[in-house]
């Protein structure tokens, strides 16, 4: 069965260093995302990206933040300056067809990147 | 911005026993997605419910939408230790989730 798939599992980070969180999404879909969840907390939505373009994203999703679709399979999350309260468990999520109710519209999760910065 | 609440914040159930979970929203729920996570992994998709008085069935587990009372509920029917976990309401394009519901299942 097709999967999300995200690297590394755990990332540890000095602050103020810069992170790079990978993500596969699955191969016909079109849509990816970028969640967090910061322990304890729920999961809160980042940013969407379609045709190589950010579609919609959070006020968490500011400046330090940025994404990318380097080549046809990966789509990665970049953290410029990473700050102590970056530290959370990123989840991409990809699906067919855009944000909505549908089939072709269910956002598909990985298994995440757990981010500690120190 | 809509919010969504949901009931119990956890529970822990003898092996075979029956389970609701509910989520309420904020505003008009026009659809609703469950997912269930295991803990330090990732959201596994379970049901999409697409429009009010809907119900939708997987194996053991039924989800129903009340969009009237602008809420969704999650039955699981004679509990097994497979079913324990964290199940996450979601809504809305850029999904809206709410906090989790912890089952734990004692066998």
């Known amino acids: 069965e097709p999967e999300v798939t995200q690297t590394p599992s755990h990332q540890v980070t000095q602050m103020g260093q810069e992170v790079i969180l990978r993500c596969v999404p699955i191969?016909?879909?079109?849509?990816f995302y970028w969640y967090r969840q910061i322990l304890g907390q729920k999961v809160e939505f980042l940013v969407s990206?379609?045709?190589?373009?950010?579609?919609?994203k959070s006020e968490i999703f500011d400046d330090q933040f940025s994404v990318e679709r380097p080549d046809g399979s990966n789509f990665t999350l970049k953290i410029r300056s990473t700050k102590l309260e970056d530290s959370a468990m990123y989840f991409c999520?990809?699906?067919?067809?855009?944000?909505?109710?549908?089939?072709?519209?269910?956002?598909?999760f990985g298994a995440g990147t757990r981010l500690s910065v120190l | 911005s809509q919010e969504l609440e949901q009931s119990p914040q956890s529970l822990i159930v003898q092996e075979g026993k029956n389970l609701t979970i509910n989520c309420t929203s904020s505003?008009?729920?026009?659809?609703l997605y469950w997912y269930k996570q295991k803990y330090g992994e990732g959201l596994i998709f379970l049901m999409m419910?697409?429009?009010?008085?809907e119900e939708k069935s997987h194996e053991k587990i039924t989800a129903k939408l009340d969009e009237k009372k602008q809420q969704s509920s999650l039955h699981i029917t004679a509990s097994q230790p497979s079913h324990a976990g964290i199940y996450l309401c979601?809504?809305?394009?850029?999904?809206?989730f709410g906090a989790g519901t912890i089952l734990r299942v004692k066998s």
């Open positions: 999520a990809s699906s067919e067809g855009p944000p909505g109710l549908g089939a072709k519209n269910i956002q598909y």
């Open positions: 191969s016909n879909h079109l849509y």
């Open positions: 990206f379609y045709n190589n373009e950010i579609s919609e």
């Open positions: 505003k008009t729920l026009y659809g």
């Open positions: 419910l697409q429009k009010g008085g």
């Open positions: 979601g809504a809305g394009n850029k999904l809206v």
